[in-house]
């Protein structure tokens, strides 16, 4: 298995465009995690789903954020309008009876 | 609410030599498990260790080993024979046992620095 794959790795955009980030989660895995990392604020859960259904998005900062799991090999992970506070490098994990398993990241800029 | 705190911001070793980081909890639940992740200076996040806190025998892959404390609350992390390429942060996390609730809680990391 190719492991948690996201794209883009990194994302340069202009403040109020709208960014989607990427994520295949690893194959047979029920669980989908967003999270997002700053140095300021170390890792962060933004919303986890289970079997494709959203669990929990408490930790979303603002309603900015939305994000999707239409199926059970990929989901998305939207920000609209961006803004440079949003500039982190957001990570999607997938996991299956406990352990989390982590993508590569994708860094975001926002300028 | 769990806690995990990870009271070194930083350590350092020399290579080929033994190094403990440590990791604190808290928590009022009896069942959980118990992780630590590497994150080199590619980014991603990569699984070391877990420890299930029902086990009394303490975890190892290869170089890397926990001790596991219960009743102090203490998982540290023991990397021997350190490598350059052990040079990362290191970030403790706890999760609770419970079906409903796979929310992993992270301690704030320890880089650990490795010298040749």
């Known amino acids: 298995d190719a492991g948690v794959i996201q794209s883009p790795r990194h994302e340069v955009t202009e403040m109020g465009q709208e960014v989607t980030l990427r994520c295949k989660p690893i194959s047979g895995h029920d669980y989908l995690f967003w999270y997002r990392q700053t140095m300021m604020r170390g890792l962060e859960l933004l919303i986890y789903?289970?079997?494709?259904?959203?669990?929990?998005d408490s930790g979303m900062p603002e309603d900015r954020f939305s994000a999707k799991m239409p199926n059970a090999s990929f989901s998305t992970l939207k920000i609209q309008p961006s803004e440079p506070r949003d500039s982190a490098v957001y990570f999607c994990?997938?996991?299956?009876?406990?352990?989390?398993?982590f993508g590569q990241g994708t860094r975001l800029t926002v300028v | 609410a769990q806690t995990v705190t990870q009271s070194q911001p930083e350590m350092s070793v020399q290579e080929a030599e033994t190094v403990t980081l440590s990791c604190t909890y808290d928590?009022?639940?009896?069942?959980?498990?118990l992780f630590w992740y590497k994150q080199p200076p590619s980014r991603q996040m990569i699984l070391v260790i877990r420890?299930?806190?029902?086990k009394q025998q303490n975890a190892t892959e290869n170089r890397f080993s926990v001790n596991f404390q219960k009743a102090a609350k203490s998982f540290s992390l023991k990397i021997s024979d350190s490598q350059l390429g052990d040079a990362a942060m290191y970030f403790c996390?706890?999760?609770?046992?419970?079906?409903?609730?796979?929310?992993?809680?992270w301690g704030a990391g320890t880089k650990l620095i490795i010298k040749p």
């Open positions: 996390a706890y999760r609770s046992y419970a079906d409903s609730n796979y929310q992993l809680i």
């Open positions: 994990a997938s996991s299956s009876r406990g352990v989390a398993f």
């Open positions: 420890q299930e806190a029902y």
């Open positions: 789903f289970n079997n494709n259904v959203p669990i929990d």
């Open positions: 928590t009022s639940e009896s069942d959980y498990y």
